[in-house]
Every structure is written in structure tokens, then in C-alpha cells.
């Protein structure tokens, strides 16, 4: 069983910086493609960020030049640095992983999920 964890999520003004993390525990995390996606009240969860097992990286066009997305194997870590939020990024943000090695096309691929930490952004 795999068990992800995400912290860093809070109040954070407009146009600030946030670093959320992702810690991951139960199998070998450096095989796993590692995700971050959001999901704002009434509204489907959305793919922001992805890194497979060898580093590639993908991020959806809304986060692009302002979410950067990294990982850590020695600590089973994901990060995802954010910076210039807007009131629009509001929203539960949840860590994803696959054992997959390669990042899923859909998300019902995604094998295991965290529980989610809130941010909410003040204008």
C-alpha cells in the first residue's frame, strides 16, 4: 500500500510564492511517475504537474512559467515551488502517483492519491 502525504498548502496572497510537498511512503518511490493536480469547489479535478520516473516533466499551459514541478528520491518527495498565485488558483491540491513508471494520459490512471491540502489565495 502507498500512502501520500501533501503539506504546505494554507493562505497565500496574490502574486505570492508557495512550496507544497508530496511525501510518499510504502513502495520504491523512484519507480513511481509522481503528479499534482487541483480541484476548486464544483469543479473537476484538473492536471497541473507531472514528473516521470527519469525526470521528464510535463505541466498543463494554466501553470506553465509559474508552478515548477521536482523530486527528491532520497527523501520519497515531490515538490511543486508555485509562485504568482491568483484568487483563480484556489482550490484542494492533490499529490498523484503511478508505479506506472511513465506519466498517465487520464487521470483514473493514477493509482494512488493524497488527501489533498487546501490553498486558498487573498486578492
Known amino acids: 500500500q502507498v500512502q501520500l502525504v501533501e503539506s504546505g498548502g494554507g493562505l497565500v496572497q496574490a502574486g505570492g510564492s508557495l512550496r507544497l510537498s508530496c511525501a510518499a511512503s510504502?513502495?520504491?518511490?523512484?519507480?513511481?511517475?509522481m503528479g499534482w493536480f487541483r480541484q476548486a469547489p464544483g469543479k473537476e479535478r484538473e492536471f497541473l504537474a507531472a514528473i516521470d520516473w527519469s525526470g521528464g516533466i510535463v505541466y498543463a499551459d494554466s501553470v506553465k512559467g509559474r508552478f515548477t514541478i521536482s523530486r527528491d528520491n532520497s527523501k520519497n518527495t515531490v515538490y511543486l515551488q508555485t509562485s504568482t498565485w491568483k484568487p483563480g488558483d484556489t482550490a484542494v491540491y492533490y499529490c498523484?502517483?503511478?508505479?506506472?513508471?511513465?506519466?498517465?494520459?487520464?487521470?483514473?490512471?493514477?493509482?494512488?492519491w493524497g488527501q489533498g491540502t487546501q490553498v486558498t489565495v487573498s486578492s
Open positions: 510504502g513502495r520504491t518511490f523512484s519507480n513511481f511517475a
Open positions: 498523484s502517483g503511478s508505479p506506472d513508471r511513465w506519466i498517465p494520459r487520464r487521470v483514473r490512471e493514477w493509482a494512488y
